[in-house]
């Protein structure tokens, strides 16, 4: 092995590795500000505002606080599980980022080439699923290991919930795989170009199994029975205290991310900009800089509107100004720096709009509804969802056979 | 006579409650408020900054006034607020004057922990042409020992001190 070789293959990834394990914590960070915020304008309230301009501190005063908080393990604990659980879940959660491609083009960097991506497995869709049941274990051995009632309830209904939804989530990706003729997740995004349309039309039945299924499997809201704090304190974590606790909350998050990038992959062409054939929408993909400020700008347009009395107007005043930014930039053409069609930024843009708006789709459904009753849950896995993907998978095969594509 | 309860549906054909049912309708519905209510502006305020504005009704801490043309003390000491109070809260010790005529204040003491806020000391309170209890529009009055909580006379005339909070 020479040693391009070993630097394209072994030096790179690590340090790929190391980005994602620096970057990832610090994205959500900021994701749990913007989880606050979005909560609070939902509820007609001021969000975190103290710390810092309009709260944008808040995240590092929230990590100090669980760095320096006191780390307890109840007495009675397990202590060699009670350790290992948050190091399980954080481990696994992390290690499923590995098969997502944030762009579809390698570069090259100092004459060596770079995939915007970790790893390219050809089973990559069946690794993730692996790796999401693996991170169960992480949350069963925190409920046991505590020794506490509410943990080990909390435990319990965490098994029975990944074990009802493990099944249509499965399924609901099979749907996706037959059509890309792959488990790989570069495969099926590249499947989705040549096809010419995103996989979210012939397989929008296998989108909302899926989705439904995978906010049952990170716990979140409507289907966050492992944790519902106003029936089990705070279910598998009770005891968690300090950084075990945070690690907890890290896997969470990136479990929402990992989710929300599989579906961007599996379903909404990944880093493909909306009719990746089209000819007369390669603005879309070309103008990354323009449209890249609006969406800024609307960002920022909302964040700081609500204090300015609310309404669309900031919104559109903040976009307005981003894209006129985005303009000025794109037109100037600084320095070669916003160069028009670098497929590298821009398919990095369209991949984490989409991540970001099904991460706001999360928070939108926290905002909304309310849990679940267990039975009401075990109803939805079994009676519907179930079903609907097993079904989802026939149907698409039926179609692809008459149609004579295999 | 109406009918309290769920509002009756204009059109509740069974085909109608599938298609509802089946597309999620409510779900939708659900989540296109909270998607509106995001553009509203907030009704809540930073508190300590800024405070809310009081209903002229408030009924803050009980406290005593001063006549407001020649600003003798109002109170006759007839302890009628004492007898009313439901919380036996109001401790009032009085003296003859020295005339001879009526009754003056010696202390007038409120425990702010045991008051209810209910105003019921107002309402019998004599004295014109205004009573010389009130419920006052103070209502910080956080302390850090229980002592603090019993107001003497001078308090219930100026009001709560503002406190240094410790850091």
Redesign the interface.
């Known amino acids: 092995m020479d040693q391009k070789q070993l630097v394209e293959q072994i030096v790179i990834p690590i340090l790929q590795v190391l980005i994602a394990v620096a970057v990832v914590p610090l994205i959500i960070l900021y994701l749990q500000l913007v989880e606050r915020k979005?909560l609070?304008?939902?509820?007609?309230?001021?969000a975190p505002?103290?710390v810092g301009w309009h709260g944008l501190l808040q995240p590092v005063a929230d990590a100090v606080k669980l760095l320096t908080k006191e780390d307890t393990i109840p007495a009675k604990a397990d202590r060699f599980l009670f350790t290992l659980a948050p190091i399980v879940a954080v481990a696994t959660a992390l290690s499923a980022l590995a098969v997502i491609p944030v762009a579809g083009t390698p570069f090259s960097l100092f004459g060596y080439e770079v995939k915007p991506w970790i790893s390219d497995l050809n089973i990559g869709v069946v690794y993730l699923l692996a790796i999401s049941s693996l991170g169960i274990y992480g949350i069963l051995l925190g409920g046991w290991s505590s020794n506490s009632k509410y943990s080990m309830l909390g435990a319990l209904r965490s098994t029975a919930q990944m074990i009802s939804y493990e099944v249509p989530l499965g399924f609901a990706l099979i749907g996706v795989m037959m059509l890309a003729g792959s488990a790989s997740t570069v495969r099926i995004v590249e499947a989705q170009k040549s096809s010419g349309w995103w996989y979210i039309l012939p397989q929008i039945i296998g989108f909302f199994c899926y989705f439904i299924s995978a906010v049952a499997e990170t716990n979140r809201v409507p289907f966050d029975l492992p944790e519902a704090e106003s029936e089990l304190v705070a279910g598998f974590h009770t005891e968690y205290s300090g950084m075990k606790f945070a690690l907890f909350f890290l896997a969470e998050y990136t479990n929402m991310i990992v989710v929300s990038s599989i579906v961007t992959i599996a379903f909404f062409g990944g880093w493909l900009r909306p009719f990746p054939n089209v000819e007369a929408l390669a603005w879309l993909e070309n103008g990354w800089v323009p449209l890249m400020s609006l969406v800024l700008g609307a960002f920022a347009g909302?964040l700081a509107?609500?204090?300015l009395?609310?309404?669309?107007n900031p919104?559109m005043v903040g976009a307005l100004l981003g894209a006129l930014l985005g303009f000025g930039i794109a037109v100037a053409d600084l320095g070669g720096l916003a160069t028009m069609s670098v497929p590298l930024l821009s398919g990095a843009f369209w991949f984490t709009l989409k991540v970001s708006f099904f991460l706001f789709v999360y928070i939108?459904f926290r905002?909304?509804?309310p849990r679940y009753r267990y039975d009401q849950l075990m109803q939805l896995g079994w009676k519907w969802l179930i079903p609907l993907s097993v079904g989802n998978v026939i149907v698409t095969g039926l179609v692809m056979l008459l149609l004579g594509r295999t | 006579m109406s009918v309290v309860g769920r509002p009756a549906r204009r059109d509740s054909s069974p085909i109608m409650d599938a298609l509802r049912s089946i597309l999620l309708l409510e779900l939708w519905v659900g989540l296109w408020v909270t998607l509106k209510n995001q553009f509203r502006p907030h009704i809540t305020v930073e508190y300590p900054k800024e405070t809310v504005e009081l209903s002229p009704r408030f009924r803050g801490t009980p406290r005593l006034r001063f006549h407001p043309e020649n600003g003798e003390e109002l109170c006759i000491a007839c302890h009628l607020c004492e007898v009313v109070c439901p919380d036996d809260c109001i401790h009032i010790v009085s003296e003859k004057k020295p005339d001879g005529k009526g009754k003056r204040l010696v202390s007038f003491e409120i425990n702010y922990e045991r008051c209810c806020f209910c105003g019921l000391c107002v309402d019998p309170c004599p004295t014109k042409p205004l009573t010389a209890i009130y419920m006052s529009h103070d209502y910080e009055m956080a302390d850090y020992k229980r002592e603090g909580f019993v107001a003497p006379l001078k308090t219930l005339l100026d009001g709560i001190e503002p406190k240094e909070y410790k850091e």
């Open positions: 979005v609070g304008f939902m509820q007609v309230r001021l505002r103290r909302w509107g609500n204090h009395g609310g309404g669309l919104l939108w905002g909304t509804y």
